[in-house]
């Protein structure tokens, strides 16, 4: 008997799955930048920056993921509506002329505690990872943007009416604050 043989070729950079590849790193690589920015800059403005990055290589993630809506709603909730809410949140209550950085009263061991957290979470979700077998995503989709509305609007409806009723109180509380910092400047 004669052993079959198969030539299986590997994709290259200029082939259809290398291009998705390279397109998939990048889109890590914007996650990943977006949240070192976010976190290690000592500027409000570019960690607002950093943050809706992150947030759009996360809509990017969701795409890769096989989930378009959920992309489009990662862009327009998140990039396009809370980036620009702590925007606007910083611009208000910011005064004039005042430096706009981190005040950090952090201890010596914050980082280092920090550091060792990530990296315990990344060996973890690495083992995690490596021991997971993975299945190939299916080419169709079960569900559909109109089955994901009737589920949100039937039996969910509690739950939806909810996070909106969260997403209000989160906006009148940063007006609020907005306003206690313009009075705090103004000595009333």
């Not at 043989?5 to 290398?18: D, K, M, Q, R, Y």
């Not at 890769?64 to 992309?71: E, H, I, M, T």
Request: with cysteine; net charge positive.
């Amino acid at each position: 008997m004669q052993a079959l043989t198969c030539n299986v070729a590997t994709p290259t950079l200029f082939s259809a799955e290398g291009l998705v590849g390279l397109i998939f790193l990048l889109t890590i690589l914007m996650v990943v930048g977006g949240a070192l920015i976010a976190v290690l800059s000592k500027w409000l403005v570019r960690s607002v920056a950093g943050l809706a990055l992150c947030f759009t290589g996360v809509a990017g993630l969701y795409y890769f993921l096989l989930s378009p809506f959920l992309a489009m709603m990662q862009m327009l909730i998140y990039v396009g509506a809370v980036s620009i809410l702590i925007a606007f949140a910083i611009m208000m209550v910011t005064q004039a002329g005042s430096d706009t950085r981190h005040q950090r009263k952090v201890s010596a061991l914050a980082g280092p505690i920090g550091i060792s957290v990530a990296m315990l979470f990344f060996a973890g979700f690495t083992i995690l990872a490596l021991a997971t077998p993975w299945q190939q995503f299916p080419q169709e989709q079960e569900g559909s943007t109109r089955d994901l509305g009737i589920a949100l609007l039937g039996p969910h409806v509690l739950i939806f009416e909810l996070i909106s009723i969260v997403l209000l109180m989160a906006i009148i509380g940063a007006l609020v604050h907005a306003q206690r910092g313009r009075n705090r400047g103004t000595g009333a």
